[in-house]
């Protein structure tokens, strides 16, 4: 359900879930509320006063008994229940005249229909169970137990070609099991190209189970593994889970697992530690649906090359080393109980086939997704992390690439940079007269750092008001209590040590700053290298996909502001979710899009950027915010202070 | 080297190996000499008197001085070095006169040209080893190492297909081989239906390995698991070994394994044994080429449908069971460690596939082995056992059976029944006039019992002598110290204790005899049977093929007479040895016959004797020596005394 929320004076409505905290429905509408400790209510700053709607009184110990009479609250106190009118304090300028406040336009990237980007798709899974009753053997029919299932198996089918039972344990109970269940069971057959061609008998269950099955689709991120359990005679998803990676106790990011896999033993470790991690998606998942693991018929998986190849079991060594090649890029068809899954002996766990070492499965799964093989329009699809990875294309043509943004947006090389966890800073605004900040955090508790959306939020913020320069330095001008210099150089103080769990003041520095323009530079410089590489220009694209986890917290237009994202109609942009689940949740359920996986990494051609000369100058020109060549970024353009 | 050995005064001349024993060879060659201890030179009755030839006088003890310079000799202690004329001493009949006896016509069985039966076949094995230089990558060329790999393989193969890899442990190492090896390196692959296309990569070796190349044929028993290394470069065998197979502490006969396999962990016992098996053939074999196990690049096994079971670790369970079904009779492809075999990861273990329950892989191996299903010849091939296999067909049809013989020649079921070890019987002749015997025991040792081929002789001899009748009762009107009546009835003594190892006389009985004839009786019960349903008699037989061990020791004469065998021209007969090791080894090294393994097994239908009721009428005819109707058996109605 939805609630509108008009605040006055801005005059700005929005619309917001119920159950929206108040403080964060104005911060991503624009609307700038004094917050200075992220939501938890204990700096008393962001009092609101709600004229219409529901309003309960809880924090009254910040508010007096009249001002909660009068309809004054804490904003962050506040869940939205109803339609509201909200009325916010006015506020005076540094020259004391009540200012009105212009809203900003912020803007989310559309949460258009899935189906507009990815397309319909059958329920038509890859899978199928079948129930059998085979007539019992005889003196006059005494086959082999195999060769009675088989023929079971082709029956009506008529130049089917045997399927295939590679696996001596399905053989193993075979006789016991079809005698004990009076020759009635359930076989799961993976199909085969032709319609109704069973390929493979991945298991045999007792009696008639045909109306449980199931697949399980599963990313597997350097950070999070998600899983999703799906129906696959209904195609619903019936249960999502995720879950650290464990291998995160040996290393951040996916270089410092190489590293740690080099280590004696510390491969195996590295394996064992991300089956652990499925093992307790599958744990959730089958617990929230009363199933057990064995009921699963087929594990579909994407990952990055490393994650593929430590999961695997495959030393990824030579993925770091120039010229940056991974052992494989089509990872074999692997039974999951062999790598320690918890999965029926015979059930498959598939791997999306990576591009190259730093364009792994897991971007294959996001192209998949969103149709970009199958698509007239030029799409630029972006996953935006530690690696950055980049393709363009449409039906005729894909081009890849990789480029490494450094660790900013997911708040390393940041003084107080973190995860996006509870306490950290995910939305701010300034004030642009008293240059104070609205905060507001992860879970609304004292702020203890800053998140990467926070970062671009932060030095968006500082740009558009004149705080920081296109260069990412401070207005050495500005005289305010928060602008200072200390020993790290100039910083802005985003949280008083009072208001912060950290014991100090969080500020932002202009080292900082320049670790987000290096990430965002080496972003729009792929962006701009793979495009001219085929002849195109910004001007051509007809949409831009974002994808990956980081994409859903980013605010489109700062992200604009900032130059990590082309400065294009902001209607082309689109917000995939996490494209690689998606991926491999969409070859779950359709035998179609099943075998199609394996053309789309072969349709992609990848570019290194590592040694490219194009790439370096562009990159160079991406160094200021937004960009040296301002004609790239028209509506930033009209946005910035006009400079002195 | 072959030796002539000219008996006088019979004058039967006969050709024998150097080194043979000359008791044995006058034993085969149908000469009779008394000789009551089986050749361990303590009875001193084998005296003969060698008049040409080498003769080293060792047994000194048991002859006088005179007597040694005069030429006589103990022939059991005789081994033959040259040409010889052996004198027998005369001997005088019940009468007082001195007999010239006429010898026996024994014949054993063609040891013709294997050539003849099997066919040639080429060196053409369905692995191959290549040996690869693979460019570098760079950051021009940086596919991953896989894929680099399966170019360098589909190099000068424009449309073949991907070979595959569905073996994890093959890409764990790949990328530090390619490079620790200078990117040489050696790929085995099987090969594909085409000619030169490579299917599957089975695995891959540093440097150039081309010139080892090894497969290793492994036959399967009950009681011996025989194995033969082959040089696939060359076609040679390169070593051979056999052991006991380990399993044979659970039971002797594949019954009574089936029954201990449904013991709480028998099943797992019997799998490990049998593997245990298979691994010290692979030492033995390994170890006298000086190879490692990991060197060999395939094995082809056969073995029956129990064995097969067993091996994989299949339930055997309801192939005792009416109506017979094995759980299997087409076995997965599997790969050998998983079984806990001596073997490469990714090496595979190929199954000769079974017909039926009692007709499995091992006697497909003898089908395939002497090309049945290629000739236009109709051809009888039986394996003699406990359980009694017979094919009948050509090229157009083939029919099979197992017919259950019962123990009888293996030992089972006679009073003094062993296995042919030392001091077994396996050999006999009786004076048609005194009644006493020759005994030559395996290994010359003294007797402890008789083994199959010595029974078969025994009661062919006193059958021939009139000692036993055609009911198989003892003549009771012959007075004779060795024939007595016993607790358990009537009986023969073979040897009397003092010349025996086990402190009694070794004796045959009635009952002895009468098991005897129920084994062969179902024998020769089966082939009137299938020759039967096919329309077809004895006369139209083109070949009778003999497979197994126990064919090897088989007097084709005898077992004729005892009407083990059925009386047609003896040209007709070949001795094919271990047929299904011979399967398996022609599987080995020639890719046509690789393939063409599977169909031979869907060539041939199964015929279920024992509910059949035309066989229960032959089996009641067959329970006669040799037979009920003597006009089957015109040559031996030839020989018999004339009856009274």
Chains 1, 2 share one sequence.
Not at 166 to 192: A, F, K
Not at 222 to 229: A, I, K
Not at 255 to 272: D, E, F, V
Not at 612 to 632: G, K, Q, R, V, W
Request: with cysteine.
């Amino acid at each position: 359900m939805t609630k509108t929320i008009q605040f006055l004076p801005d005059n700005v409505t929005v619309e917001v879930c119920e159950g929206e905290n108040l403080l964060a429905a104005a911060a991503n509408a624009g609307v700038y509320v004094p917050a200075y400790c992220g939501g938890d209510g204990v700096c008393g700053k962001c009092k609101v006063r709600i004229t219409e709607g529901d309003a309960p009184s809880a924090d009254s110990h910040m508010l007096k008994k009249d001002e909660l009479a009068d309809g004054w609250r804490l904003a962050c106190k506040i869940a939205v229940t109803s339609d509201m009118v909200v009325e916010l304090p006015l506020e005076k300028g540094r020259d004391g005249k009540i200012h009105k406040r212009k809203p900003k336009t912020t803007r989310s990237i559309s949460a258009r229909s899935l189906e507009a980007i990815i397309g319909k798709w059958d329920v038509d899974p890859p899978v199928e169970k079948r129930f059998l009753k085979l007539p019992p053997p005889t003196m006059d029919d005494n086959i082999s137990d195999l060769a009675r299932l088989l023929r079971g198996i082709k029956k009506g089918c008529f130049d089917c070609k045997e399927p295939t039972y590679d696996h001596p344990e399905l053989l193993q109970e075979l006789s016991g099991l079809l005698r004990e269940n009076d020759w009635e069971i359930t076989v799961i057959l993976l199909r085969g190209k032709r319609q109704r061609e069973p390929d493979r008998i991945i298991a045999i269950e007792p009696g008639n189970t045909t109306d449980k099955l199931y697949g399980l689709a599963v990313d597997i991120g350097t950070t999070t593994v998600g899983g999703l359990l799906m129906d696959l005679n209904s195609g619903k998803v019936m249960a999502e889970a995720s879950a650290y990676n464990a291998q995160i106790a040996y290393g951040e990011d996916v270089i410092a697992r190489m590293i740690y896999s080099q280590r004696p033993g510390g491969l195996a470790t590295l394996q064992q530690k991300v089956v652990y991690t499925i093992n307790s998606i599958i744990e959730q998942v089958c617990k929230e649906m009363i199933i057990s693991p064995s009921d699963i018929s087929y594990i579909m998986a994407a990952g990055n090359t490393v994650m593929s190849h430590l999961l695997l079991g495959i030393d990824p060594k030579y993925v770091r080393e120039s010229p940056y090649v991974p052992t494989c890029s089509q990872f074999p068809l692997t039974r999951a109980a062999d790598l320690g899954v918890y999965a029926h002996p015979s059930v498959r766990l598939f791997l999306y086939p990576a591009v190259a070492s730093y364009v792994g499965g897991d971007i294959v799964a996001g192209v998949h997704a969103c149709q970009m093989h199958k698509s007239d329009q030029v799409t630029l699809f972006i996953d935006i992390g530690t690696n950055g990875e980049i393709v363009v294309g449409n039906q005729d043509w894909m081009i890849c690439s990789a480029c490494s943004a450094g660790p900013a947006f997911e708040g390393g090389g940041i003084k107080f940079g973190m995860r996006a966890s509870a306490g950290a800073i995910e939305n701010f605004h300034i004030s642009p007269d008293t240059y104070d900040p609205m905060i507001v955090t992860v879970e609304r508790t004292q702020p203890r750092g800053i998140c990467g959306s926070g970062l671009i939020s932060i030095v968006a913020e500082l740009l558009e008001a004149g705080v920081v320069d296109q260069q990412g330095k401070f207005n050495r001008r500005i005289e305010h209590p928060r602008l200072r210099e200390s020993v790290d150089g100039y910083e802005y103080v985003l949280v008083w040590e009072r208001d912060t769990q950290v014991g100090q003041d969080i500020v932002i520095t202009e080292v900082d700053i320049d670790n987000l323009i290096r990430a965002k530079g080496a972003m729009y410089a792929g962006y701009q290298t793979l495009l001219e590489s085929v002849g195109l220009t910004f001007t051509d694209l007809d949409r831009v996909i974002l994808a990956g986890n980081f994409g859903a917290y980013i605010d489109l237009e700062r992200a604009i502001s900032i130059g990590l994202l082309p400065d294009v109609d902001r209607d082309k942009f689109y917000y995939l979710g996490n494209a690689s689940l998606l991926g491999a949740q969409i070859s779950l359920d359709d035998t179609k899009r099943f075998r199609e996986r394996a053309e789309v990494s072969g349709l992609i051609t990848n570019m290194e950027l590592a040694e490219n000369s194009e790439f370096m100058n562009y990159y160079m020109a991406s160094l200021f915010l937004p960009h040296t060549d301002m004609s790239l970024f028209p509506t930033v353009q009209e946005k910035l202070p006009i400079g002195d």
